[in-house]
């Protein structure tokens, strides 16, 4: 009989790295519920950017009610017809939905064997599927963790070139309040992703 084959460990960064993107995949998923507000609010943030952004979340979420989320989440992303913005890779870098973006990223999740769940009917290239699909490379949630390298891949091809653009919209959105802090949140968690990839060794 074989041995089993080590699960490579992940470390105490990248886990926090992995649930921030998880915790930003789940909030622009779905409106957040009284539990998931009350996670949000007991937050806590330190003197950098993204500390201060996670500070100013956790007190939106404090004063933001369940309904209030679901009013602001479907002005913002559903809307009669469309919402304010429309969170997807295509229409970010091409101006149209369904495009040449959407199909890299199929390729890209196909050859890792990531499948959407049946339930889910949005295309791939929305900005909260991206989010988890990062969070789950880092911690292996579809294999074993993906290496540096390879999330640097994955980040540079399908996140990199529009996230942080649809953050700062998001951000700046006439009817954003509690998202508004979400979009601050991902901007400056971009900014730091991005410069941490750069850094990296090739």
């Known amino acids: 009989m074989s041995a089993a084959q ?3 460990s992940v470390s105490e960064e990248d886990r926090l790295r992995a649930d ?25 943030g330190d003197d950098t950017e993204l500390g201060q952004a996670v500070a100013r979340l956790a007190e939106c979420a404090e004063t933001t009610t369940s309904k209030q989320a679901e009013r602001e989440f479907n002005a913002l992303f559903i809307g009669l017809g469309r919402g304010e913005l429309l969170p ?20 890209d999740l196909s050859a890792r064997r990531i499948e959407r769940a049946p339930s889910v009917y949005e295309p791939e290239d929305n900005i909260a599927t991206l989010m988890e699909v990062m969070g789950g490379l880092i911690v292996g949630r579809f294999s074993t963790p993906a290496s540096l390298d ?7 091809r399908h996140i990199a070139p529009w996230a942080s653009h649809f953050y700062a919209d998001l951000e700046t959105a006439k ?17 730091i992703e991005r410069e941490a990839f750069r850094l990296s060794a090739t």
């Open 175 to 191: 009817t954003a309040m509690l998202y508004s802090a979400v979009g601050s949140v991902g901007k400056a968690f971009m900014a």
């Open 150 to 156: 390879d999330q640097k891949l994955f980040f540079n």
């Open 20 to 44: 921030l993107y998880n915790y930003l995949g789940l909030i622009l998923s779905a409106p957040p519920d009284d539990m998931l507000l009350a996670q949000t609010a007991g937050l806590g």
């Open 6 to 8: 080590p699960t490579p």
């Open 88 to 107: 997807y890779a295509s229409y970010y870098l091409t101006g149209f939905l369904n495009e040449k973006p959407l199909a890299a990223l199929r390729s």
